[in-house]
């Protein structure tokens, strides 16, 4: 099964100490090389930033389509629009 995330799922369930649900429900994760920077690049600060960086079962994957990520940044931010890419073109289940 084939999951990708965006920042938000991330930081919240990392900021009450739970991002580890993310592991046991899935196993693995994938995100865009633009939601790891929107998550690191304060270093540790933002919640999730840590984990990212160190988790075996979080994925970094670049994307192939930047002209999708271009369209969807005029409605989503750049870590949303990217998740989207991603996940189409992975064929993501999630």
Do not use: Y
Not at 11 to 18: D, E, H, Q, R, V
Not at 21 to 46: K, P
Not at 56 to 73: A, D, H, S, Y
């Amino acid at each position: 099964m084939i999951i990708v995330s965006n920042t938000l799922p991330i930081t919240n369930l990392s900021a009450i100490g739970k991002l580890h649900l993310l592991q046991q429900i899935h196993g693995e994760i994938i995100i865009s090389s633009a939601v790891f920077e929107e998550l690191t690049q304060w270093g540790d600060s933002i919640p999730g930033a840590k984990e990212v960086k160190t988790s075996n079962w979080i994925q970094v994957k670049p994307i192939n389509n930047m002209g999708l990520v271009q369209t969807l940044k005029n409605q989503l931010d750049e870590g949303e629009s990217s998740a989207i890419a991603l996940a189409l073109e992975l064929n993501a289940d999630w």
